[in-house]
Structures are given as C-alpha cells and as structure tokens.
C-alpha cells in the first residue's frame, strides 16, 4: 500500500502553499504530490488567492522539488487540446527527472467552464473527446524519433506532427483514469490507464467499479493485474477526539460524516479503514488534504499510520 498527497488548490492556496505541502510530503516520504485541474472553487469558501494552473504549478514543483513524483487528478479534456497537453506534460516530465504522471478526466464542473470561457459539450461528446484524446496523446509520445503522427478523429486532427518533445519516462509517463462511470469509463481504463482511481466511494461501491474494470481488461484481452488500483478519500486524522473535531471543523466538514465517508479518527482508525480498501483490490489511497496549513496532519499519518501498513512512507 502506497499513500500519496492529494490537494485542491481551487479552495484557496498560492503556489508557496502548495510548494510547503509538496516539500513537507517529500521530506516525510509518501510516494507522490498530486493537485487536482480545477478553476472554480466548490463550496461555501473565498477560493482566495484564486485558482493555480495545474501544470505550471506542477512545471514550479519539478525545480523545486527532488524525488516525489507529481500528478494531477484529474486534468479535464476540456481545458486543453491534446497536442499541446502532451507537450507541456512532456515538458514537464523532463524538467522533474520524469517523475510526473497525468491523470486524465473528461470534465464535469458547469460552472467553471462558464466563469473562464471554456466550451462544455455535452457527456457523451467529452467522453467522446477524452477518447481521442488519450489516442493522440499515447501516440505522440510513443512515435519514434525521426517519426511523424497522424490522426484523423470526430473532434482533433493532427498531420505530419513530429510528436515532440519525447518524455523522460518510456513510453510515456504513467496515465490515470478514473471515476464511477459504469459503461465507457472501465473501457477506457482498460485500453489506456496504468492506473485506475475512484475517489471518495465507500468500501462496497469501490468493489463494484474495481470489478467492472477488471471485467473491461480481460474482455479486451489485457491482465487486470496489469492495472494498478487506487482510492481517493479525505484525510481528518488526530491523536485524540479533540485534534479530529478541531480538523474537521478546520475544512468546514462534520467528524461523523467524515468518519462514515472519509478517512477520520485516529491513527487506527484510519489504517482499519484503509485495510478495508486494499482487502477489495486497492493498492495505493490518495489522502485529500484540504487544510494546506496544518504540516502537522501529513508528518502525523507518515510516523503513525504509514508504518502500520508496510506503506510508503
């Protein structure tokens, strides 16, 4: 079991936040630094200093960091056409020593195409879009130097691109995909994800969907163990009654939905609840933090709950 960091910054934080809990996340030896791809904030919140950019936040976090990986749950296919994506991913990738992984979505949240101007089709053409897009951008990457890719989609054509720049990780860096789609979401996870995350899904929804993606990998012919499996959960961790009151309340949340949905309580509480997961398939849990101020909470679950669970850290 693996346990990585998973912020939202479109809550409210500045890129000095975000490189404190990166920096603090490394130092205590989880497994990666992931941010979610969002521009509008949810909730009864002030969202200030107002949203980061994914990927120049995590193109900041490269030069600033040295050994965690970075990601990004999820980049949405509607922010950005797939040429351009797999360069700045590309980039982004050589610029961290290739420790970056994309997590890639179709988009959901209305309101913040509207507030910045980005087109929002409907479901079946972003999943359509999503598509194309994990074609031209596994094709760009694996095209061979000297080469040139071509495609001809429904939404994006691509002539004579000479599919550069290459990434350090070969043949790509690791992709993600995700979420509670019963139909097109496991097809696609099959045909192109290293790894496969369902967030905040309790422990019987988790085995359900684990077991439509791994149905969708055998009938198209690949091991499904091949694929990684993840969760992610929100993170509300104390010592005592108290320390996971004052966190809870700290992200706005009740502590008894949080223990019923999230990741609450205390240390043992927390590796119990996890043990359910992994007892389902899932090999690696993402800890939303939404609270970018309390280090404390990270550097508590790296010394009492990671060494519980033969985890990194």
């Known amino acids: 079991m693996e346990l990585r960091i998973f912020t939202e910054p479109q809550q409210g934080a500045s890129y000095d936040q975000l490189l404190a809990v990166a920096r603090c996340a490394e130092d205590a030896g989880y497994g990666a630094f992931f941010r979610s791809d969002h521009y509008l904030k949810m909730g009864d919140v002030s969202g200030l200093p107002g949203p980061t950019d994914a990927w120049t936040t995590l193109a900041g976090l490269a030069r600033d960091t040295s050994q965690i990986r970075l990601g990004t749950l999820m980049t949405a296919a509607t922010f950005r056409y797939p040429g351009p994506l797999a360069i700045s991913v590309a980039q982004v990738d050589a610029m961290s020593g290739g420790r970056v992984e994309l997590g890639l979505g179709a988009g959901w949240y209305t309101e913040e195409h509207e507030a910045y101007g980005i087109p929002f089709p409907p479901v079946g053409e972003r999943f359509d879009r999503l598509g194309e897009q994990l074609q031209i951008i596994t094709g760009l990457w694996r095209t061979p130097l000297g080469g040139s890719f071509d495609f001809h989609g429904s939404h994006y054509t691509l002539t004579r691109s000479p599919a550069l720049p290459k990434p350090v990780q070969r043949p790509h860096p690791p992709i993600l995909l995700g979420g509670g789609g019963k139909r097109r979401t496991p097809v696609l996870a099959a045909r192109f994800a290293d790894e496969f995350n369902l967030p905040f899904a309790s ?47 700290a992200i706005g949340r009740a502590e008894d939905e949080l223990r019923a949905n999230g990741l609450a309580g205390s240390p043992a509480e927390v590796v119990d609840r996890i043990g359910r997961y992994a007892e389902v398939g899932a090999e690696r849990i993402y800890l939303q933090v939404l609270d970018l101020t309390d280090l404390d909470h990270l550097e508590l679950v790296a010394a009492q709950v990671a060494p519980q669970l033969g985890a990194a850290p």
Request: one cysteine or more; glycine letters at 10%.
């Open 203 to 249: 422990v019987e929804d988790t085995a359900a969907q684990f077991g439509r993606v791994r149905r969708a990998c055998e009938r198209a012919g690949r091991d499904p163990g091949t694929l990684r499996l993840s969760n992610a959960l929100v993170l509300c961790c104390g010592r005592t009654d108290a320390e996971v009151r004052r966190r809870a309340g």
